[in-house]
């Protein structure tokens, strides 16, 4: 099975514009979530959608935003972007079912605000 | 999700096995032992995850206490290639979410 995709792998954004950015999970994958990473805060969960709702969500701006397509591709959105938002983005995708749920990550885009 | 504690770095000599502890002491039973690594600036890369009992598959085995209040990550044979950052997360099934620590930085030397 093809892993988990994240596109674009890299992008450059100014203060205050906006970016979009695409996950496609695992075949067969419903719940996709996302993260942040930076040098200074680590790891940190943004929020998870399961069947096109959000069913989690971690302790961010509502800047941050997301959706969930019917063929459970997911893009998250950030709006008025600030430098502090620069980060590796990752998404990561999982089977829900019987037992316990992995997550595999994707790449990551990495996002660089000027 | 149950906090887990991890040293900050470990060396590990090529060819050996290198053991990486993980200190989760408030687990609750319906909580499983996770393990992924990241080599810089990629995504996360799962390794492997139990319950109670000790896994193993082709990368490495897990050993969880009886209490499974702790847990150690072997990997049997180091080679350069597994130098990463390794990250021990205790999560309850179909979360949909993973609470990330620092992780242990690994480094495997020649």
């Known amino acids: 099975k093809a892993g988990v995709t994240q596109t674009p792998r890299y992008l450059i954004k100014t203060r205050g514009q906006q970016v979009t950015l695409s996950c496609s999970p695992i075949s067969g994958h419903r719940s996709v979530s996302w993260y942040q990473q930076t040098p200074g805060q680590g790891l940190q969960f943004l929020f998870e959608y399961f069947s096109e709702t959000q069913r989690n969500k971690g302790n961010f701006p509502g800047r941050f935003s997301g959706r969930q397509f019917s063929n459970s591709r997911s893009e998250m959105n950030v709006s008025t972007l600030e430098l502090g938002d620069s980060a590796l983005y990752l998404c990561?995708?999982?089977?829900?079912?019987?037992?316990?749920?992995?997550?595999?990550f994707g790449p990551g885009t990495r996002l660089t605000v000027l | 999700d149950a906090k887990t504690t991890q040293p900050t770095s470990m060396d590990c000599a090529e060819g050996r096995a290198a053991n990486l502890p993980c200190n989760h002491s408030?687990?609750?039973?319906?909580?499983?032992v996770y393990w992924y690594r990241q080599i810089h600036s990629q995504g996360p890369q799962y390794i492997i995850h139990g319950l109670k009992n000790n896994e193993t598959n082709e990368m490495a085995s897990l050993i969880i206490t009886e209490d499974r209040k702790s847990s150690t990550l072997i990997l049997p044979h180091a080679t350069l290639r597994d130098t990463a950052v390794y990250y021990c997360?205790?999560?309850?099934?179909?979360?949909?979410?993973?609470?990330f620590g620092d992780g242990t930085t690994l480094t495997v030397k020649p």
């Open positions: 997360i205790v999560r309850v099934a179909n979360a949909g979410k993973s609470t």
């Open positions: 408030t687990i609750s039973g319906n909580e499983y």
């Open positions: 990561a995708s999982s089977f829900i079912g019987q037992g316990t749920d992995t997550q595999y």
